[in-house]
């Protein structure tokens, strides 16, 4: 079932989420066949950000009912150490027994506009990024609000970089906003290509023992992800095709395909595999199988 | 290293052990010692206290054996109890052998190993691979129904906390009494509860003894994907432990902290 998006050719239209899947750490686990049988028809990095960030103190991850509270901090190696480490290690990935390639999607944060320039910038000289997908699910300085939260800082972020990229560039909404469809019509107007969501709802655990009240994560707070959060993402994808004319990657608790076909019918032009895959190496390709 | 893909593989058995039951799953995939798998329930995995389960748990393989793969269990959890159900005839979810194990002992150095509670299970592996009296064993446990653990391995010097087998104290009391032992050049191997672990790290580097640490950590995936399962590690910054371990050098990590 091979699609077109943005100019890239897929193989099927299921991707992984951003910070869902690592596949030099997948290619350790399990050996080279994840590089000629790599279960997305992209691959979307975990978040860059200028500086390296070492990530939040652990405990980051709590079980929900039917999900997963995440409060990982973003971790990663830092512009630097992606181009000159991982982005070598990541040409070449090829699905279907190595006969199709892997385009590669590098989702990028910054916390000014300034950080977030530099990001696209220097991804824009690469030939190897197909595309970028940017994280706007970080507080805005001023309002204290995520940047993606308000259709005007949005506006005013996208249409900052758009002119520093002749790359697509994707917008990763969020989803903690009052009126996601207004976003989504913010990017297109700022100049976006594409638009992905949902990232993950603001949540929280507490710990099992000890004093009362306390919070379980090391940052307090995380994000929902999983099935708890399927019906939400539906909603959100739906009003979000509604309104702008530029694809959609919906993504929200897949975890077959009939979730993945959910979204397609509501709108999406490409799904995202998430969560899902910690509980299957391969859950991208089982759900891009049972679309064909 | 392990398939890329889940396996459904069926459950030869469940064996009592005292307080702990071993899991035996038909597994023509052999793991090496100080690795781990994911194991889920095939049926009926979810849907307990909070709908839990929803993700598959972390489990050192404890022995490798005419086709089968032996996991040691504990019922402290939704997951745990549900895999304690488990009986022949049933299918378990696997995704692995995963990790890196342990390593063989330096040059001239007899391997030491040290085990708290379910933390037994990785070093009975080890044991077979190091062969019959290779090791000196020491393990610890609260009591006399979890010491029935101790069954997995050969010759083992035992501790309990409330002093039913043998030494009434912890096992760290025997290792200092080894180390401080004329027995010669040792390389330690440990696993066990969180304290455990940092009471083993802290001695040996005190006694510049060197030592390989199999850790556990909370983990959603066990293969990299999550970022949830970090320890942090010395100079700073975190390690994964299930792609960078479970199995550490003592002198790689900060203090092991345990999450209450």
Known sequence: MSVSFCGLELAHPVINGSGTFDAVAAERAFGPVVREEFPFAAYVSKTITLEPRAGNPPPRLWEAAGGLVNSIGLANKGLDGYLREDLPALSGLRTRGGTVAVPLITNVMGSTAAELVALVEACDERQEIAALELNVSCPNVKTGLDIGADPDSLRAVVAEVRPRTGKPLIVKLTPNTADVASCAQAA?????????????????????????????????????????????????????????????????GVQSSRHA?????????????????????VAGARVAAGLA | MGPFHRRRLPVAGMDELGAYRVLRVRDDVEAAAGQFAMLAAAERWGGGEDERPLFARAFSVARQAGGESHYLLEDVGPGTKRLCELRAGEAVDVVGPLGRGFRPPGEGRRALLAGGGVGTAPLAILQDELGAGAAIVLLGFRDAAHACGAELL???????????????????????????????????????????????????????????????????????????????????????????????????????????
């Open chain 2, 154 to 260: 050969r010759d083992a010097r035992m501790a309990t906390d409330d002093g039913s087998v043998g030494h009434h104290g912890l096992v760290t009391d025997l290792l200092a009494e080894e180390l401080s032992g004329e027995r010669g050049p040792v390389e330690v191997y440990a696993c066990g509860p969180p304290p455990m672990l940092e009471a083993v790290r802290s001695l040996c580097e005190q006694r510049k003894v060197p030592c390989q640490l199999a850790l556990e950590a909370g983990m959603a995936c066990g293969f990299g994907a999550c970022f949830g399962c970090v320890v942090p590690c010395r100079g700073g910054g975190y390690l994964r432990v299930c792609v960078d371990g479970p199995v550490f050098d003592g002198e790689a990590l900060e203090r092991i902290e345990e999450h209450a």
């Open chain 1, 261 to 281: 076909r959910d979204l397609l019918d509501v709108g999406a032009t490409l799904v995202a595999v998430g969560t899902e895959s910690f509980r299957d190496p």
């Open chain 1, 188 to 252: 297109q107007e700022a100049g976006a290509d594409a638009v992905s969501l949902i990232n993950t709802l603001r949540a929280m655990a507490l710990a099992p023992a000890g004093p009362p009240g306390r919070p379980w994560l090391g940052a307090r707070t995380g994000g929902l992800s999983g099935p708890a959060i399927r019906a939400i993402a539906l909603a959100q994808v739906a009003a979000v095709a509604e309104r702008v004319a530029i694809p959609v990657v919906g993504m929200g």
